[in-house]
């Protein structure tokens, strides 16, 4: 996910969370017409506001909603529980609140990421918070601390569908339109309504989904871009 104006990075997995997420694969097959479930394991480098997070929640209802049921986990509490679900790792970057006070750290860079092995897109994916509070700051400094929080949860909502849109219809290319286009603008961050167009939607939706075998996170050191 790159913003307008951005450059691609590489970005590896640390390996300790690797090797956390190989514990927590689990296979589970979708019956036909039922709706596939996806379990999210987010770990948050510094707390996130906790309002912004329930509006990231909403946000990913209303945007994967119709393709998906979501379930939410953090990553620090998994345990190897058996979830019936298939699993993505998001790892969150920087400061993940609204807070408009704090000025943007200038870093540039990607909007998001998901990791790559050998052409495999795993289910790795990470938000640079910084880089969306960059991206909103006029927007951020136009609005109310309520409008904020919704805002800015909203935007980590758009970068994280994005993501694992790469990984749940397994591919590396973009949409012309919608969350699944290559850039995203301010507007695109902070407007009131960015959905996947019905093509992508039905990728997710229909895509059967890939297992990432144990001895690939094993592995260690994937790294990718997009
Ligand atoms: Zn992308």
């Known amino acids: 996910m790159q913003s307008v104006g951005g450059t691609r990075s590489i970005l590896a997995v640390p390996a300790l969370?690797?090797?956390?997420t190989a514990t927590l694969l689990s296979q589970s097959v979708v019956a036909p017409?039922?709706?596939?479930a996806v379990a999210i394991y987010t770990k948050f480098l510094e707390p996130p506001s906790g309002v912004s997070v329930e509006?990231?929640?909403?946000?990913?209802?209303?945007?994967?909603?119709?393709?998906?049921?979501?379930?939410?986990?953090?990553?620090?509490?998994?345990?190897?529980?058996?979830?019936?679900?298939?699993?993505?790792?998001?790892k969150f970057q920087g400061t993940c609140g609204s807070n408009a006070q704090s000025p943007p750290l200038r870093r540039g860079g990607p909007?998001?990421?998901t990791?790559?092995?050998d052409g495999e897109i795993l289910p790795f994916a990470g938000v640079n918070c910084d880089r969306i509070r960059e991206l909103m700051e006029g927007n951020l400094a136009a609005s109310t601390d309520t409008e904020?929080?919704?805002m800015f949860?909203?935007?980590m909502a758009r970068v994280l569908a994005h993501e694992m849109y790469h990984f749940l219809a397994k591919t590396a290319r973009h949409a012309v339109d919608g969350v699944a286009k290559a850039r995203y603008s301010?507007?695109?961050?902070?407007?009131?309504?960015l959905r996947f167009e019905e093509d992508q939607l039905r990728q997710v939706r229909t895509s059967q989904f890939q297992h990432v075998s144990k001895a690939h996170h094993d592995a260690g050191a994937p790294a990718g871009g997009g």
């Open 33 to 36: 017409g039922a709706t596939r």
């Open 153 to 155: 949860g909203r935007a």
């Open 111 to 113: 909007l998001g990421w």
């Open 186 to 193: 301010a507007t695109d961050l902070a407007g009131p309504c």
């Open 115 to 117: 990791n790559v092995v």
């Open 148 to 150: 904020r929080d919704q």
């Open 55 to 90: 509006h990231l929640k909403a946000e990913m209802d209303a945007i994967l909603g119709p393709a998906l049921r979501l379930e939410w986990y953090s990553l620090d509490q998994a345990n190897g529980q058996d979830v019936k679900a298939d699993i993505v790792v998001v």
């Open 17 to 20: 969370m690797v090797f956390q």
